[in-house]
């Protein structure tokens, strides 16, 4: 049995969808894709039918995308999809962050905007493997005297980055709910989704996160007082 499958809104009309939701160059592919399908026997490209549109008749879009609260707007936008599953339906992996099994039933939104045809041709094929969205920041961690330096992607949570380093980190929940992770940020900004931030006023006001729930920006300092033994 499916669950936990997201809802949508479009012109006033809800509707519950399984895998995701695609608009723009995404949307239209598919759009034409169908057309072809129902008026030929021969199989239907759908990669064909996305290069001609970025090579020319697509019309690049203006998006506003609301995540949690924190809204975005972009100008020159390919596609805007909302994603359960973590590939479209031809195999790209476009949400690479994203998991269908998780029990929060949480989906990940991914925006495309490049105003160069060449250049978004060109990384294209990126999307295949999902490296698209992946970015690595530098990460400082104090842990009492010791200071450990590492690279963490922005894709996962600072705790899996220490781990995926050998560092072991002071995890109970993981789910940012039981506050034993409790760290402090010494220099950087980052990432908390509004429903996984379970942080007393007193801590979102001194800097202090959890960052089994917390996920990188740029050059972050943090520094984490306990360790496991
Ligand atoms: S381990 Fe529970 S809040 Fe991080």
């Not at 020319?56 to 203006?62: N, T």
């Not at 339906?89 to 949400?95: C, F, P, W």
């Not at 950087?188 to 202090?208: E, H, S, V």
Request: charge should be positive; proline fraction near 4%; hydrophobic fraction near 35%.
């Amino acid at each position: 049995m499916m669950k936990n499958l997201p809802l949508i809104t479009v012109k006033g009309i809800q509707r519950r969808f399984v895998n995701g939701i695609g608009y723009g160059i995404d949307g239209e592919t598919c759009r034409i894709g169908d057309i072809q399908r129902a008026t030929s026997d021969k199989p239907v490209s759908y990669s064909n039918i996305a290069i001609k549109l970025l090579l020319g008749s697509y019309k690049l879009k203006k998006a506003t995308a609301d995540v949690d609260g924190k809204v975005s707007t972009f100008e020159n936008v390919w596609m805007a999809s909302t994603m359960k599953g973590r590939f479209y339906g031809g195999g790209m992996m476009v949400a690479p962050a994203q998991d269908r099994f998780k029990e929060d039933g949480t989906v990940s939104v991914v925006t495309l905007y490049k105003k160069n045809r060449l250049v978004t041709l060109m990384r294209f094929p990126s999307l295949n493997k999902g490296e698209h969205v992946l970015k690595k920041f530098r990460l400082t961690v104090h842990i009492h005297d010791a200071v450990y330096e590492l690279v963490a992607n922005n894709n996962e949570t600072l705790i899996t980055a220490l781990e995926r380093a050998g560092i072991p980190a002071v995890v109970r929940c993981r789910n940012g709910s039981c506050g034993f992770c409790h760290s402090r940020v010494v220099h950087g900004n980052y990432y908390i989704a509004k429903k996984d931030d379970f942080r007393r006023l007193a801590d979102r006001k001194f800097n202090y996160i959890h960052p089994c729930s917390t996920y990188p920006e740029p050059d972050m300092i943090i520094d984490i007082p306990i360790m496991n033994p």
